[in-house]
Every structure is written in structure tokens, then in C-alpha cells.
């Protein structure tokens, strides 16, 4: 039995390798641009940078790829035969089965495949935010929203694995277009894609005049300009950032009256800046929440993983399922 693990959290603009021990010591990681390339079949593209990921760390650690434990976490809809059925912000990889794909370039025996959201959930109910949390929503806020639940110590996976996909819970009627097909998700309003077409949406509208200004015209202006205005305390920053912790709270909510949850743990990209999301969100939950003065406290807290939440919960996948 292994004593370490890769972990491979693969999102719609990176994809992040991590070797860790089973003590969820990171020894070491390695971060690529993903790939959005159909050429040479489904998933083939992102799979060659994997695969790379993994060679490279058995080079420098003198591993065997062969006996060497591999957790991938991947955007999207993953079927209990660690199948990917669906990914919305990657469709270049819907179809794919990325343990086949290793196996085939790597020679790799021990490669599983888990929804990125759930990765996230099991990698801090293990040595994050969730430890000794039984009862927890994981929410990565990415280029879209990634979930994962547990419930009773134990995650939430559904009928066909398909669990945690919290992003596509409709919170405007009729709103604006997804990636999945339909209208309204969640994750169109409060994730770092989501902050991107605000962004977008706020500028042709005037509503960001200041950095309109400083960016030369409404479009140049990015999303991670409104984060860094936002902390300086611009007030149309600090406005448009509100009105994504009111999204976010939004959904928390809806969260909240359908599983009777009680803790929050918020992670992914956007995640970095909870600082400025967070309290608002905390404070626009009290309104928003059924029934909030008769429930426990509503805690929404940071991941403690950050960034490597998802690659670390692949690896704990990895070595739960090889044993």
C-alpha cells in the first residue's frame, strides 16, 4: 500500500497536480493551463497533460506510476463508473474516461475519478475546514460552482454520482444563459465566471466609471479589477462585490431550507476573495434564510485548503479506494 498519492484537481483554466502523503502533507505540485482541444477524442488533450503531471513526479521521486495511487477530480457530471457524462465549463472532455485514458499512457493500475466538488468536500472533512464537521455543504466557487455534502459523515453522491451539482440550482427565473443548457444557475451569479459577466454587464452599464476609465473603455475591464478595487476600498467595486454576496447568499439559502445544513465551507478561486465576500454574504443570509432566528447559526467559513482543496480530496480518494 502506497504511501503516497496524486491528487489531480482539473478545473476550466488549470489543472493542478499535488503528491501527498496520507497525512495530507502537499510534497510537492505542479500547475498547466488546461487544454479545451477535442482533437484526438474526447478528454484526449486534457488527459496528455495529466499524464504528464504524473510522469513528471515520478521522475522526481522515483515512483512507478504503475502502483502509484491517482485521484482525479473533474468539472461535471461523474458517473459511478468514474464515466464523465457532462462538464459545462470543459465540453471538450463530456464523454471521457480518464482512468481508461491513464491507464492507456501511463500504465497506471490504480487511477479513480471523482466530481471536483466532491474532491473539495472529502479533502477538507479530512484536514481542512470540515475536520470533525459531520453535517457540511463544500461550495468552490471556480469558473463555475462546484458542490459537495456531507451528511452524517458520509458524502452525498445520488442515484448515479451525480450528486453536489449545487451550481445548476436555478436562483433567477428565466435568468441569464449556462453553460449546462439552462437558464439561471447559480453559478451564473456568484463565481468567478459569474463575477466576470457582472463585470461585463455593470460596465456597458456605467456602472463602473472608475475603472472604465483606468481600463481605456467598458471592455477591458475584468473581473479580478473588481476584486483589487473592491479592497481598495472603490465604492462601484465594493457595490458590484455586495451584489455578488447577495448571489452567493442566495443560494446558501435556498441550501439551507432544502438540507437543513448548518455549515458552510467556501473554496475555489473566487475564494480568495472571501474577505470581501463573506461578511456581506453572512449578513444578507439572515434575510434571506427560512426561518434563520428559529435554526442553530448559519456558519460560512473559509476553506482552510484554499486552492488545493480539490487536488488533496482526488488524493483521498485515491487512497481510500486502493486499500
Known amino acids: 500500500m502506497s504511501d503516497v498519492a496524486v491528487g489531480l484537481d482539473v478545473g476550466g483554466t488549470k489543472a493542478l497536480a499535488v503528491l501527498v502523503t496520507r497525512e495530507g ?15 484526438g477524442g474526447a478528454g ?32 461535471g457530471m461523474v458517473r459511478r463508473d468514474g ?32 466530481n471536483d466538488g466532491n474532491c473539495a468536500a472529502l479533502g477538507e472533512y479530512a484536514w481542512g475546514a470540515g475536520r470533525g464537521i459531520d453535517n457540511f ?28 451539482e449545487i451550481g445548476h440550482m436555478a436562483v433567477q427565473a428565466r435568468g441569464a444563459l449556462c453553460g449546462c443548457g439552462g437558464y439561471g444557475c447559480w453559478e ?3 463565481s468567478g465566471g459569474g463575477l466576470a459577466r457582472l463585470t461585463s454587464e455593470w ?40 451584489d455578488v ?13 432544502i438540507l437543513d445544513t448548518g455549515n458552510f465551507v467556501i473554496g475555489g478561486g473566487l475564494s480568495v476573495a472571501a474577505d470581501q465576500l463573506l461578511p456581506s454574504a453572512r449578513e444578507f443570509l439572515v434575510d434571506l434564510t427560512f426561518g434563520y432566528d428559529k435554526r442553530p447559526p448559519v456558519v460560512v467559513a473559509p476553506s482552510d485548503l484554499t486552492v488545493h482543496a480539490g487536488a488533496l480530496g482526488a488524493a483521498k480518494v485515491a487512497f481510500d479506494r486502493q486499500s
Open 25 to 39: 502533507e502537499v510534497l510537492d505540485e505542479i500547475r498547466t493551463f488546461t487544454p479545451h482541444d477535442a482533437q
Open 44 to 75: 484526449a488533450a486534457t488527459a496528455k497533460v495529466l499524464a504528464e503531471q504524473v510522469a513528471t513526479f515520478a521522475q522526481r521521486h522515483r515512483l512507478d506510476p504503475v502502483d502509484l495511487p491517482i485521484g482525479i477530480g473533474m468539472p
Open 83 to 114: 464515466r464523465l457524462a457532462f462538464a459545462p465549463n470543459l465540453q471538450t472532455v463530456s464523454g471521457a474516461s480518464f482512468p481508461d485514458l491513464l491507464r492507456e499512457s501511463l500504465g497506471a493500475e490504480r487511477v479513480y475519478m471523482e
Open 137 to 164: 455543504v463544500m461550495v468552490t466557487l471556480g469558473t463555475g460552482i462546484g458542490g459537495g455534502i456531507i451528511a452524517n459523515g458520509a458524502l452525498v453522491r445520488g442515484q448515479s454520482g451525480f450528486g453536489g
Open 188 to 190: 451564473r451569479y456568484a
Open 203 to 242: 460596465a456597458a452599464e456605467g456602472r463602473l466609471p472608475t475603472l472604465v476609465r483606468l481600463r481605456g473603455g467598458a471592455d477591458g475591464v475584468t473581473g479580478e479589477d473588481v476584486t483589487r478595487a473592491a479592497r481598495e476600498g472603490v465604492e462601484e467595486a465594493v457595490a458590484l462585490m455586495r
Open 245 to 257: 454576496a447577495w448571489w452567493l447568499a442566495r443560494g446558501l439559502a435556498n441550501l439551507v431550507a
